[in-house]
């Protein structure tokens, strides 16, 4: 079983801060890309940022300037911190992981149950 178990969120005014983490537990053998996604009311799921496991990153134009995604590849965690938010940045932000699994080596990508962003005006 593989988890990705994220925290962070919150109610923050326009132009606040706030730091999401997500933890990949399980039967992990490798992880590659981690990544950031969100979901706003009404709207479809959209990709944030994404990182690799070197570091390389790719963001939405929307956030660029603003978020930053962050991995500890020993920790199997990654990081995103949101400076400068704003109210359209409000949605349930899912970490998103594709993992190799210890037993059978399978390749799957993963979903944390997500966590709710709520930037006020």
């Known amino acids: 079983q593989v988890q990705l178990v994220e925290s962070g969120g919150g109610l923050v005014q326009a132009g606040g801060s706030l730091r999401l983490s997500c933890l990949a537990r399980?039967?992990?053998?490798?992880?590659?890309?981690m990544g950031w996604y969100r979901q706003a009311p009404g709207k479809q799921r959209e990709l944030v940022a994404i990182?690799?496991?070197?570091?390389?990153?790719n963001y939405a134009d929307s956030v660029k300037g603003r978020f930053t995604i962050s991995r500890d590849n020993a920790e199997n965690t990654v990081y995103l911190q949101m400076n400068s938010l704003k109210p359209e940045d409000t949605a349930v932000y899912y970490c998103?992981?594709?993992?190799?699994?210890?037993?059978?080596?399978?390749?799957?990508?993963?979903w944390g149950l997500g966590t709710q962003v709520t930037v006020s005006s």
């Open positions: 990182i690799t496991p070197r570091s390389t990153t």
């Open positions: 998103n992981a594709n993992v190799q699994r210890i037993v059978g080596g399978i390749w799957s990508n993963y």
């Open positions: 399980g039967s992990i053998g490798s992880i590659n890309a």
